[in-house]
């Protein structure tokens, strides 16, 4: 079953440092893990993307564990302009191929 | 670089109507677009995959009578919807990639209303 779980919601303080996960169980096993942030009424924004391991790039960091069956999005001393819905997309296997599934999202919120 | 733009913005339409929605990669070529749907508070659900050329391949549920898709040209996909009605009124998204595998290029979306 293609299907990956991410918490509601989350509340942060400015400055703190956040970690949204993301699981996927049956990922596929050649596809990358992509992370998206997306404000109202706008497409989705890229953030990150890995494959395994831990990927980190000026605006975040991406841990992956040994059997990939979740990632988490790590944002650093994050900002008021950092509220905004940050969703995983990943790759399962359907049939002869795969197909990408985004997460339900998470809702940050943070506050002053 | 890597810019997708979408055409237009924003629209409402009344019922019964078609809408055509375009979506344009600006500085590079894409052999696949994908068309997604958006509701209120809710994930990107795709409804469709386009290889330039080729028919789409719609996702389970999506009438693809009612949504077109063209993928005429390696920079251009179009969803026209056909005699709309309310619950059609979403968020469209396209988005576009290079190659057959690798990252997708989101455009800005495009808000339809049908009243």
């Known amino acids: 079953l293609a299907k990956t779980t991410q918490p509601i919601s989350m509340d942060s303080y400015e400055g703190q440092e956040v970690n949204i996960t993301c699981s996927h169980n049956n990922i596929a096993t050649n596809d990358y893990i992509t992370w998206y942030q997306q404000f109202p009424s706008q497409g989705p924004r890229f953030i990150i993307q890995g494959y395994k391991t831990k990927v980190t790039n000026e605006v975040a960091s991406l841990f992956i564990p040994a059997d990939r069956k979740s990632s988490t999005l790590s944002l650093p001393r994050v900002s008021l302009s950092d509220t905004a819905v940050y969703y995983c997309l990943v790759g399962f296997p359907m049939d002869s191929s795969y197909k990408l599934i985004f997460g339900s999202g998470t809702r940050l919120l943070v506050r002053p | 670089g890597a810019v997708v733009s979408q055409h237009p913005s924003w629209v409402i339409c009344k019922s019964g109507t078609s809408v055509k929605i375009e979506c344009r990669s600006l500085?590079?070529?894409?052999?696949?677009m994908f068309w997604y749907r958006q509701f209120p508070k809710q994930s990107l659900m795709l409804m469709a995959t386009s290889n330039e050329g080729s028919k789409a391949t719609y996702e389970q549920g999506v009438e693809k009578d009612k949504f077109l898709i063209n993928h005429a040209s390696l920079t251009l996909s179009t969803l026209t919807v056909t005699s709309a009605h309310p619950e059609d009124s979403s968020f469209y998204i396209c988005?576009?990639?290079?190659?057959?595998?690798?990252?997708?290029?989101f455009g800005p979306g495009t808000r339809l209303t049908v009243t």
């Open positions: 988005s576009a990639r290079p190659g057959l595998a690798g990252e997708q290029y």
């Open positions: 500085d590079f070529q894409a052999t696949t």
